[in-house]
């Protein structure tokens, strides 16, 4: 990987002449400088050879050959990344993939919303408590959730921290992923744990089943390294342009752009303007690429889309991320994948069933329900099935805690429940179990 001169203008520069949304305004602009001329200086955080391995899974999942599971927070902070937090955390996301992997009878992607997830859009500039109105929290890499003044206002030093964060995790993941922790047996272990649970006990004969197969595998004396490892990429939304620009470079075997900050970036629904600075980045790196799509798209958006950020088509480069909620999504989808069958470049599906169904709880939490969450993957799969097109995967918020933050599913947590543990700083997640009932249920699905 090469690094440009300090003061060269990087060819990826280009969004600098486009309208950028939910940038934080630095008041410090000298500070802005010293801190990104010193990211350019770091070391990558992931490599170009994965980054296309991770294209091309994208692509075997748009073909119907692979399935996707994108898990995490919606915001990762730096106060728990700590290895208990991640630890539970990958934990879950392998537990869900044994289950998939199983159901879909298809290799299993597994894509973290981690290390570098630290970033949120905001739909309100400022936030308002007792009559005190101060800059809206946008993220640990941005500013300090804590509601004082001098907390809000945006320090572009965050953003090394961000990386040091990320690199962390990233460290931590490869240990845990390479060192025995993801092993299949031991993985599906946890699951057995997970069943003997009387709330999910209509899942014992399906884990029974997997049971069988592990047990069969062993008999037959299957016992390769691939039942020992995974891999598992990393993901974030690439909100932030100063911080994606700083961490690109250029691949020295192919002279091509990687934006090294993450495997898989995506474009959020409040900065996919085709015109727009975010689309603009991504169209000059080689990492496959998303962009979440609310109910509003429209067929020329989506094509616009595809014009933008895979003009040639190629397998696996761009991900659409559908997130209608799940009254909408069987009447705004199926358009949509028509559309995309129409043009004919490929593209991958994965769904998002949680930004389109969050709702206040009777006693003022925001939160989403399990039954809806489900209904709108239920509505995805419908949807791809009635045109004849791919689901490809799914896309959710999590965390490997015991959290109250979502209500509802087969330990029925209830509007009063999310006062006992309500953790996250911007949108509930399923906390561990509902993670694994969710991933049973999917897996129910693609058999
Ligand atoms: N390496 C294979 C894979 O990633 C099998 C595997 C090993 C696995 N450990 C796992 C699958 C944990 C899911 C979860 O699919
Ligand atoms: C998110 O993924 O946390 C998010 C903000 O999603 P969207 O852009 O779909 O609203
Ligand atoms: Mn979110």
């Not at 399906?206 to 390769?224: N, S």
């Not at 169209?283 to 509003?296: I, Y």
């Amino acid at each position: 990987m090469q690094t440009l001169a300090a003061d060269a203008v990087a060819p990826w520069d280009t969004w600098r002449e486009r309208e950028a949304l939910q940038q934080p305004s630095y008041p410090d602009g000298q500070a802005l400088t010293d801190v990104t001329t010193a990211l350019r200086r770091q070391p990558p955080l992931v490599f170009a050879g994965e980054v296309d391995d991770l294209r091309a899974w994208m692509g075997a999942a748009g073909r119907g050959d692979a399935f996707v599971l994108t898990g995490g927070d919606c915001a990762e902070t730096f106060a728990h990344n700590t290895a208990d937090h991640l630890r539970l955390k990958i934990q879950t996301l392998l537990q869900m993939a044994v289950v998939l992997t199983y159901g879909a009878s298809l290799p299993v992607v597994k894509i973290g919303r981690i290390a570098g997830q630290y970033a949120k859009p905001r739909s309100s500039e400022t936030e308002t408590r007792d009559g005190l109105t101060l800059p809206s929290y946008r993220g640990d890499a941005v500013n300090s959730h804590e509601f004082t003044p001098e907390a809000r206002i945006p320090d572009p030093r965050r953003l090394m921290e961000t990386y040091h964060h990320a690199s962390a995790t990233l460290n931590l993941i490869r240990a845990f992923t390479k060192g025995g922790y993801a092993d299949l047996r031991l993985v599906h272990h946890w699951n057995r744990g997970f069943t003997q649970n009387p709330a999910y006990s209509r899942f014992e004969s399906l884990a029974e089943e997997i049971h069988r197969a592990v047990k069969f595998m062993e008999a037959a004396g299957a016992d390769f390294d691939s039942l020992r490892e995974v891999d598992l990429y990393s993901s974030h939304e690439a909100l932030l342009l100063e911080y994606e620009s700083a961490m690109t470079r250029i691949d020295s075997r192919t002279g091509d752009a990687y934006d090294t900050s993450g495997h898989f970036l995506w474009v959020g629904e409040r900065t996919r303007e085709l015109d727009g600075a975010h689309v603009e980045l991504l169209t000059r790196v080689r990492n496959p690429v998303g962009v979440k799509l609310g109910p509003t798209t429209t067929r020329e958006q989506l094509v616009g889309l595809i014009d933008r950020l895979n003009p040639d088509g190629e397998p696996g480069r761009l991900t659409f991320i559908t997130r209608m909620g799940a009254e909408r999504i069987r009447e705004a989808l199926p358009p949509l994948l028509e559309a995309a069958k129409a043009d004919g470049r490929p593209v991958t599906w994965t769904t998002d069933p949680m930004h389109g169904n969050t709702i206040t709880s009777s006693t003022g939490y925001k939160t989403r329900r399990f039954e809806t969450v489900m209904d709108e993957v239920r509505g995805f799969f419908a949807a791809h099935e009635q045109v004849g097109t791919v689901p490809g995967g799914i896309h959710v918020e999590l965390t490997g805690d015991d959290v109250t933050e979502v209500v509802g599913g087969a330990e029925r947590l209830d509007d009063e429940s999310l006062t006992r543990r309500y953790e996250s700083l911007v949108d509930p997640r399923l906390n561990h179990q509902q993670s694994l009932e969710l991933a049973f249920l999917v897996a129910e699905l693609l058999r």
